[in-house]
């Protein structure tokens, strides 16, 4: 599975945002989706995850209820809307693929996609 992330850019605090992530390649297998985030000098962490059929849906503690991840499986593409942006936000964010949401968040990803910079300013 090949994944292009896109939507990136620069808001101002309590901006809004929204991500997407396009895969290509072996769709026609079942896989969960999520985004994950690397902010400068920190590691990589998790933020969403979504699992094929969308029933199990997974947050990291300090996005949710901003932040809202969906997916479409028609058009092979994921999406992540981010309200109530804030400066701590600021990040690299990652799509990636995995056999569940639970393993993305447990395990991380077996696809990466390459990032899309979001930038919060105060």
């Known amino acids: 599975v090949q994944l292009q992330a896109s939507g990136g850019g620069l808001v101002q605090a309590g901006g809004s945002l929204r991500l997407s992530c396009a895969a290509s390649g072996r769709t026609g297998s079942t896989y969960a989706t999520g985004w994950f985030r690397q902010a400068p000098g920190k590691e990589r962490e998790f933020v969403a995850a979504?699992?094929?059929?969308?029933?199990?849906?997974l947050y990291e503690d300090s996005v949710k209820g901003r932040f809202t991840i969906s997916r479409d499986n028609a058009k092979n593409t994921m999406y992540l809307q981010m309200n109530s942006l804030q400066p701590e936000d600021t990040a690299v964010y990652y799509c990636?693929?995995?056999?569940?949401?639970?393993?993305?968040?447990?395990?991380?990803?077996?696809?990466w996609g390459q990032g899309t910079q979001v930038t919060v300013s105060s």
């Open positions: 990636a693929a995995g056999r569940s949401a639970t393993l993305l968040k447990s395990r991380g990803a077996d696809y």
């Open positions: 979504i699992s094929w059929g969308g029933s199990v849906v």
